[in-house]
Each structure stands twice: as C-alpha cells, then as structure tokens.
Antibody, heavy 119, light 112 residues
Framework: EVQLVESGGGLVQPGGSLRLSCAAS????????MHWVRQAPGKGLEYVSG????????SYANSVKGRFTISRDNSKNTLYLQMGSLRADDMAVYYC????????????WGQGTLVTVSS | QSVLTQPPSVSGAPGQRVTISCTGS?????????VHWYQHLPGTAPKLLIY???NRPSGVPDRFSGSKSGTSASLAITGLQAEDEADYYC????????????FGGGTKLTVL
C-alpha cells in the first residue's frame, strides 16, 4: 500500500525557515517524480514544487522560487521541502504527492502538514 | 485567481446528476494537455478521481465520468450520494507557466 506521511509543519515567524519531510513507503520511491502542493486556508490547491526521480531536475512555482528548495534522499525514501523567507501567504497545509508513471497526474497524496506563519 | 476556472459550488439531491466544468486556455487544456480530477475532503488526502480526461482509477465508481473538449473539461457525477459531498479540483499542465502544473480553484459539491 502506497503511503506518504508529511511532517515538520508548525508555527514559524515571518522571515523564518522550516523544513518539511515526506516519508514514502509501499512503492519504489527512487523510480518516481515527487511534488509538493499546498492549500492555504479557505483557498484551493496550489502547485509548489517538483523533483525528478534522481533529484537532478527540479521545478518551482513563481511564488516560491528562490525561497524554497525541494530535495530527496532515495536511500531514506524521503522527500524534503526547505522553506525560507516565509511570508504570511505561505501559510497552508502542505501535501506531498507522487506523480503517476504515464500521465502528468498526482496519483497518491499524503494527508498534509500545516505550516502557520505568524508573529 | 486560478489558471483553470471552476464554478465555486454546485448542488444536487440524492440520485441526481451534476456536472462540474473546468475552463482553461490555449496554453493548457487547449494545447492538448490532459485534465485530471481530484476529490478532496477537508483534513484528508486528496484522492485521484479521473485521469487522462476520461479514465477512472480502480476503485472509483462508474458514477464518476470525465470528458474534455477544446479548452474545457467536465466531471459528471450521476446517482448522487451523501458521501460525494466534497471539494473537486481539476488539474492540467501549462506550457507557459513556471512549474507548469495548474489547478482549478475547486468546486464545493453539496448533496441536498
């Protein structure tokens, strides 16, 4: 059974940093592209970032480019999102998701971790 | 403002049929990129409902169906059930945007 479990969320002050983790199990993690998607309170889903299976290629939404860094450790089956220069509009539930092999689709998602940005 | 446009809400009585539209542009749906649909209950993991415009993952009832035409796509739900009450999101790919992955703003389905 595919499982994605996010952790690392919490309260952080504006301008601060936080690192999110996503522990994967139930599939060959090193074979899949992985992504982060977020949902701000009362808002819809927003794409954040993605990383290739070997970590060599990454992509970011304009809203986080230069402030967030996605990475992965295939030996630990874990995806990361290092977030810096956090702003109030970064406050959201952050989901990690697996990209399907054939389609540009997110076929499995985690339950999310809440990031609160407030002084 | 989302790149893909969905109605904020739709509603229907149990047993009825509802549709949710998803309108894009020539750089995403109109460029031939596929549309996918997700069901999301607050506090839970979003669930893939339809992929590749019309395909259902195993375990998704055939009451759910998708279609695509031009720069738009639609999700239809027949035989509405109380458990269908959730938020629904369309998703595609946009060649003109950083990151490329785009979502609709979401549609809240209320089962009356």
């Amino acid at each position: 059974e595919v499982q994605l479990v996010e952790s690392g969320g919490g309260l952080v002050q504006p301008g601060g940093s936080l690192r999110l983790s996503c522990a994967a199990s139930g599939f060959t993690f090193s074979s899949y592209v992985m992504h982060w998607v977020r949902q701000a309170p009362g808002k819809g889903l927003e794409y954040v970032s993605g990383i290739s299976s070997n970590g060599g290629n990454t992509s970011y939404a304009n809203s986080v480019k230069g402030r967030f860094t996605i990475s992965r450790d295939n030996s630990k089956n874990t995806l990361y999102l290092q977030m810096g220069s956090l702003r109030a509009d970064d406050m959201a539930v952050y989901y990690c998701a697996r990209r399907g092999r054939q389609w540009l689709v997110l076929d499995y998602w985690g339950q999310g971790t809440l990031v609160t940005v407030s002084s | 403002q989302s790149v893909l446009t969905q109605p904020p809400s739709v509603s229907g009585a149990p047993g009825q049929r509802v549709t949710i539209s998803c309108t894009g542009s020539s750089s995403n749906i109109g460029a031939g990129y596929d549309v996918h649909w997700y069901q999301h209950l607050p506090g839970t993991a979003p669930k893939l409902l339809i992929y590749g415009n019309i395909n259902r993952p195993s375990g998704v009832p055939d009451r759910f169906s998708g279609s695509k035409s031009g720069t738009s796509a639609s999700l239809a739900i027949t035989g509405l059930q109380a458990e269908d009450e959730a938020d629904y999101y369309c998703q595609s790919y946009d060649s003109s945007l950083s990151g490329n992955w785009v979502f609709g703003g979401g549609t809240k389905l209320t089962v009356l």
